[in-house]
Nanobody, 122 residues
Framework: HVQLVESGGGSVQAGGSLRLSCAAS????????MGWFRQAPGKEREGVAT???????NHADSVKGRFTISQDKSKNTLYLQMNSLKPEDTAMYYC????????????????WGQGTQVTVSS
């Protein structure tokens, strides 16, 4: 039974930092493409960052230079380090996984976590 559990969200002021974690269980973590997504109220879900099974990463333009996706395969855990947070980063953040070595554009993710809320005040 595949399970993704996010944690680390919270409320911070603009310019602050948070680190999100996503604990994965129930599958061979190392064979999966993993990603972080977010959805703000009234907006569509958007991709934030992805990481291939070989560790190659991709970040959305809106977060480049501020957010960093990483993973610890020994702990089956995905991370999102978020620095220089802005009010427009406020959203529910989700981690997701799909059984592919590479995170091709437009792929459909199979597994999703329940989300963790990030709120950034000005």
């Amino acid at each position: 039974h595949v399970q993704l559990v996010e944690s680390g969200g919270g409320s911070v002021q603009a310019g602050g930092s948070l680190r999100l974690s996503c604990a994965a269980s129930g599958y061979t973590y190392s064979s999966y493409c993993m990603g972080w997504f977010r959805q703000a109220p009234g907006k569509e879900r958007e991709g934030v960052a992805t990481i291939d099974s070989d560790g190659s990463t991709n970040h959305a333009d809106s977060v480049k230079g501020r957010f960093t996706i990483s993973q610890d395969k020994s702990k089956n855990t995905l991370y999102l380090q978020m620095n220089s947070l802005k009010p427009e980063d406020t959203a529910m953040y989700y981690c997701a996984a799909v059984y592919l070595s590479y995170c091709y554009t437009g792929i459909e993710y199979t597994y999703w976590g329940q989300g963790t809320q990030v709120t950034v005040s000005s």
